[in-house]
Every structure is written in C-alpha cells, then in structure tokens.
C-alpha cells in the first residue's frame, strides 16, 4: 500500500458526503464505516440497497445520500447493481449519455443479505464479472428485525433465535473465502475504528474494476448488547483479539494488513457485549471459551506463525 | 410488407426487436425458451444493438428488468410459470418503481403437480401488482401487442411495466402467418424511450424507491399506481386507434365476435378463444344467437366496456383456463363483480373451469355450454361452476391411478 494518499490521520477526507440525522441507532458501527467508505469511494455512485437497518437511511422525502440510491429487495440487490451498470454501458454505447456521466454501482446491505438470502444474486453477479462494489456492514445478525441470527453470527452469541444456554450452535460463515474463491478482483475485511486501514482499502477498490467485496464489522450497540459510546473500543477490541482480522483479496493473493502483535485474549472483546454475557454469568462456560480462543488461534498460528 | 410462418415465440421476439430495445435480461424455462435464444442470435450477429445478460434467476432477472429501466433504457424480458412466480416479490417491487418495460409472459400451469403444459395461473397471480396485462390469441396480436405494450409502459400518465401474454405451446409453438412491420414505421410507432424523471445520471442524483414511514405517503404511491393503471384504459383506446391507422389491424380493449346482437355469449381469454368462435359459426348456423368477448386487458380491468357488451344479454358463460383454490374461476368473479348491480346485467352469468395444464376444449364440449347456457336463460336459474371433464377422461385417470397404487404395492411401499 506504498501508493496511498493516506498515510496519516489526517490525510483522511473530511467531506461528509453522507448526512447527518439518519435514523440508525446511535453508536451504529455500519454508518460509522459507511461514513467513511462513502467519503473516499465519493459520490459518482448509485447505492442498490438490500432490506435491511440502512434501507432507513433514505425515508421519503430525504436522503442522506448527496449520490444516488435505489432500494431492491432483500434478495437481489446485486442483480439490480447489474441492471444499473448494464444501462450505464448500453446508455454510453449508443452514445445518449456522455462518459463524464458514469456512476459506480454499489451494493450495500446487512450481513444476513449478503451471507445467505443475497447469495445466488451475489453468486451470480461474480460469475458474470459485473462491475460493482458490495458494501457488507456485518453487524452478525438480522438487526432490522430485532438481531435474530444470521449465518454470519458467531458460535456462542446469544441473539433473539438463540437464546438457550449456548447461544447460536453454529460458526460464522467465512464471507471473505467464498468470495475469494471465485477470484473476484477484490476482497477486503474493514471496520470503523480502523479508519486508516479502512480508507487505504477504499482508495484501493475505487481503481479496481470487476466485482469488488467490503465487509466491515459493524459493532451493533442495540443488537450485541453494549452502550453506544463503546463502540469504536468494541471494535479496536475486535481487530486486537484477532477475531477480526483485517485482510485483503487481489491479483490472486490474500494479504493481512494489519497482524495484531501480542492478540489479547478473545474474552476481553467477548465480556464486554451483553450478546455473550451467559459465556461468564451464572457460571463461566469454560469450553465455549476455550473453544472460541482455539479457533481465533488456530487461524492466525499460520499467518504470524504463533 | 413482409408475411412469415412463425411461432408466438418468434412473434414475441419480432416485437421486441421493431421496438427498438435496448436490454435483455433473460432466465430459461420452456416454453419462452426460444424467444430469448432468438433475441441472443440477433445480438450475436448485430441484427439488434444493446446487451443480453443473463442472470441466475427470475427473481434477479426482473430486478435488473427494473434497475435498467430506471436507469433509463428500453428493457424486454420474457418468463413463464414458476419463472414469473420466483420473480414475484421483484414483480410487485418494479411496479412500485414505476419502471416502464415490458415482460412477455408464456403461460404455462403451475406446480404441483408439475407441468409443461399451459394455463392462465401463472399470469394471474401477478393480477394485482401493477402491472398492465395484455392477453393475446394469435401469433399476430403477440408481436402486435409488445409495440403497443411500450406505448402504454412509458406513456407519462402510466409510467407502470407490462406483460404480453401468450398462451403456452397453443401459441409459443404454432406457426401462423404473421405481418412483421416495416422497421421504420414500427420505430416510428414506438417512439425514443424516454425515461423522463427516472434515470441515474452523475450530474442529477436520484434517490428511487425509497422507504416510506406511516400509511399516509403509501397510500398515496399504491393509490397513484391504481390511478395510472385506471389512465392506461384510454391511453389503450389511443395507442390501438394509432396502431390500426399505422398498420391496418385493430387490437381493441375487448375483442367482440358476433356478440352485438347475442343472446348468449362465451366469456374467455387467450387463445382458445380461436376455438370458441369455430363454435360461435357453427351455432349460428344452427340458429343459436350465440357471440364471444375476449377482453384483451385484464388489468386495467375494462369493466365499463364490459358492461356495455354484457348489457341485455340472457345468460353468459365465462370459461377460465384457471382456478383460484377455494373460489373458482377468476375472470368469472372478476365479471361478476362489475356486473352486479348494473340494471341491465344479464340474470346468468355461469362459470367453467376448463383448459387447466394444457386440456383442450373441444367443439363438443363448447356446445355443450351453449345449451346450458340455453336453459339457464329460459329458467334464469344460474347453474352450479363446472369443471370440463369428461367420462372418458375420468376413466382414464382411474385407470392412472390403478397403476400408480399397483406400483406401489409391489414395491412394498405404505400406500
Ligand atoms: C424477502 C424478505 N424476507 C424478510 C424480510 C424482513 N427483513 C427486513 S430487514 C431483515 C434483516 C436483514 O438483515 P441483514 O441483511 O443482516 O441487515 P440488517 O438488518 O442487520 O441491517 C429482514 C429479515 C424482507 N424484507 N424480505
Ligand atoms: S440495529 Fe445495529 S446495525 Fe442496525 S442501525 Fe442499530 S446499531 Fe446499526
């Protein structure tokens, strides 16, 4: 990343391209990356949303968009990407819009559309090498209709479908793979609180063409159970305990951008969200704990050699 | 003028490309198969400019449909059955848009059982969601009606997609000779797309669909859909007066056969319609005051000039190619209900299901209805709805049955 404009704080943009006021819980960690993936992908975009938390931004009659937006479907927001960018090319084809007016197309949902119910219509746009960025805010659940599980949510959390004594049975599926595995022409793993890590990115996407991956971890204060103002900690907490990782997709080769030295133990991420507080209450669950920390381990012994 | 032998398939995709599309977005299932495969050949060898995608599904293929229509080209696209119905929350969702294309429907029955074979389910369960359907009984009215069918899609007072529909295999797959019309004049006839306020540009941004909060402002955007879907019934009377001047044939609201002076009259749509006329001939001939209406639009629903043709009549009988579970025939409780209360309203209006999964109705059998028609209006007694079918089929299907259960004891299996 020798080539970023984004070498300090700083050096981030200040513009604000998304307005303020939206109707997202406060402390929302996906407008908090939102915010800022909007600034430095810039508004030459149109949004193709899918159902979910974010479909709340734009409530007629206002937008906080100063680009363009279209709602879809919680199913097929990446097949509407495709009809924009299709129109977009014949439009500039036949000669009856000038290339100067040419827009992004840029899928943003939740992690449940983009993880499994979006799956075919994201599978589908991959194949056909479509030209788009999908923006994933992975806040590990169906947050708009009260943070039911999702197949992104972790192994252990508690969520309003998961509310037995050890939480979701299942793991959270590995988005960033399975988009890796059908070599796309980019892939990358951002969160909010990591701004700068997360603009280099940006910068990076905006020059690639082809289908394009960003999913940020959205720390989700009324879903995980935490106070508002703990979000961007939870989420520092998320990239320093390893469960994040921070990793990007291009020309072929995943990449870590940011190795967390010395990882702090996944209970100081976990004990602070009310989503795993029955990992420590009444009594601690010693082998959920241990179980959890062992995969974190085991998937980074191969990267930092730990 | 040029005159072929095709299919309503390639009547469908002569339309398509006289309109002068732009954009495909396609998904396969038979029997609209052939439709975008000639599309696809066309723009393979530069007989049509624009782009064919194809995607993984109906649902993705009408969310396409729709995005590129906002964004501001002309889109054709074509389905048919479990296509429409996998598509169906997208086909409510583009409606609501109020992006204008174009979508040829090849009906076929729905499942289960599952069918190759057609009725008129699929296309009516999309009856309500804003779309305009045209239903067409021969290869001509197909190609005729997609020119006609953008008129109405981007006319300014309707703004709302269309589907053309075509029955499957009695019209996807018969060969009739069709008028094709001169490029020029059909282009003329279309016209530019004008994609007016709705189109994504980085100079103007659009926000397009977006959230509403409270039953207000919904109201407002469902009942104004309402309100220009009511608008397309004259915006139609317009286009097909046009079109007749333009090409010499006239695809009313409500096409009328021998039905100005009827006692009696069938009540149907698509394309066995054709068969029912055959009837109307012969009937006459034996002295039977009998016609046919086949309302050509079935949403916008033209009850006013349906009244009109019903008015004074002694009894109708509507035959539905479908069945809605639990009530019955659709256009025969979508008849009635504009009927009733209207002073001059025919005191009989019977229903029969028939044609369901590709069955035909034979001549015997609309003589059938004839007589019952006969005696119901003498007495005013409407009979019971009816499904055609009959002793021979019945014995058939038992003897079916006989071999499924048989088949199953020999394997051993729990009955
Ligand atoms: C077909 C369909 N099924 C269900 C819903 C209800 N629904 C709206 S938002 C939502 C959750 C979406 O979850 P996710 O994609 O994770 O986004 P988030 O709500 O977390 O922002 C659901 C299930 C819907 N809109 N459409
Ligand atoms: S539920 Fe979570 S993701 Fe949704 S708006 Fe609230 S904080 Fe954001």
């Known amino acids: ?306 | 003028m040029n005159r072929q032998l095709m299919t309503g398939n390639a009547a469908a995709a002569w339309g398509a490309r006289l309109a002068d599309i732009d954009y495909v977005p396609a998904f396969p299932i038979t029997p609209q198969t052939e439709i975008i495969e000639t599309l696809s050949s066309w723009f393979d060898s530069g007989a049509m400019q624009g782009r064919m995608t194809v995607l993984e599904s109906e649902h993705s293929m009408i969310t396409a449909a729709g995005a590129a229509a906002a964004t501001g080209v002309r889109v054709f696209t074509a389905t048919s059955s479990q296509g429409l119905l996998h598509a169906m929350e997208m086909i409510y969702t583009v409606a609501g848009w109020r992006a204008p294309f174009v979508l040829v429907n090849v009906s076929r029955g729905l499942s289960a059982p599952i069918t190759l074979e057609p009725d008129h389910n699929d296309v009516l369960a999309a009856r309500d969601s804003g779309f305009l359907q045209l239903h067409c009984s021969t290869c001509q009215e197909v190609l005729d009606s997609v020119l006609m069918a953008y008129r109405l899609a981007e006319h300014a007072e309707v703004r709302l997609p269309v589907i053309v529909n075509q029955d499957g295999f009695y019209l996807s797959f018969t060969r009739e000779p069709v008028q094709i019309p001169d490029q020029d004049q059909a282009k003329a006839f279309v016209g530019p797309y004008d994609g007016a306020n709705i189109r994504f540009r980085a100079s103007m941004p659009e926000s397009q669909a977006v959230a509403v909060l409270g039953g207000s402002p919904y109201s407002y955007f469902r009942y104004e859909c309402h309100l220009a879907m009511q608008q397309a019934l004259s915006v139609y009377a317009e286009v097909a007066e046009e079109f007749e001047q333009r090409f010499g044939r006239y695809h009313g609201i409500i096409e009328s056969f021998q039905a100005e002076d009827a006692d009696y009259l069938y009540v149907m749509m698509g394309c066995f319609a054709t068969k029912a006329k055959q009837a109307v001939l012969s009937l006459r001939e034996a002295g039977v005051k009998i016609g046919l209406l086949r309302p050509r639009l079935l949403r916008p629903f033209p009850a006013q000039q349906l009244i009109d043709a019903c008015a004074g009549k002694k009894a109708l009988a509507v035959i539905d190619q479908n069945l809605s579970m639990g009530k019955g025939g659709v256009l025969h409780a979508e008849l009635t209900s504009v009927l009733y209360g209207q002073s001059d309203a025919p005191p009989v209006v019977a229903s029969f299901i028939g044609g369901l999964g590709g069955r035909d109705i034979s001549q015997e059998e609309f003589f059938r209805i004839a007589e019952v028609l006969q005696i119901a209006g003498k007495s005013g007694q409407t009979p019971q709805p009816r499904l055609l079918y009959t002793q021979e089929e019945w014995t058939e299907f038992k003897k079916l049955q006989s071999i499924a259960v048989y088949e199953r004891h020999e394997q051993k299996e729990q009955p």
């Open chain 1, 1 to 306: 990343m020798s080539e970023t404009i984004y070498r300090r704080m700083k050096d981030l943009p200040s513009t604000h391209l998304l307005g303020a006021g939206t109707a997202t819980c406060a402390g929302c960690g996906g407008l908090q990356a939102l915010h800022q993936i909007y600034d430095v992908f810039g508004d030459k975009t149109v949004f193709i949303n899918a159902a979910g938390c974010m479909t709340l931004l734009s409530v007629y009659p206002f937008t906080p968009f100063s680009g363009s937006w279209l709602y879809t479907a919680m199913g097929s927001a990446p097949a509407g990407a495709q009809g924009v960018r299709d129109a977009l090319d014949i439009l500039q084809a036949k000669k009856r819009m000038p290339a100067s007016e040419d827009l992004t197309a840029v899928v943003l949902s939740g992690d449940g559309s983009a993880y499994g119910m979006g799956v075919s219509s994201t599978s589908g746009a991959i194949d056909r090498n479509l030209d788009f960025l999908y923006i994933c805010y992975d806040n590990e659940g169906y947050g708009n209709t009260g943070q039911q599980f999702s197949c992104a949510t972790p192994h252990g959390a508690k969520t309003a479908t998961s509310t037995g004594a050890s939480g979701y049975p299942g793991f959270k599926k590995d988005l960033f793979s399975l988009w890796v595995a059908n070599k796309p022409a980019y892939v990358a793993t951002v969160i909010g609180s990591e701004p700068l890590d997360l603009a280099r990115k940006v910068e990076k996407a905006k020059k690639i063409k082809g289908p394009r991956l960003l999913i940020a971890l959205a720390p989700c204060p009324t879903g995980w159970g935490f106070d508002p103002e703990q979000s961007s900690e939870i989420g520092k907490l998320a990239v320093k305990t390893g469960i994040w990782p921070l990793k990007e997709y291009s020309d072929g080769q995943v990449v870590h951008s940011k190795i967390p030295k010395n990882r702090l133990p996944v209970e100081d991420y976990l004990q602070r969200q009310g989503r795993f507080a029955h990992l420590f209450k009444p009594q601690r669950n010693e082998a959920l704990l241990q179980g959890i920390q062992r995969r974190i381990d085991d998937y980074w012994r191969d990267i930092d050699g730990t």
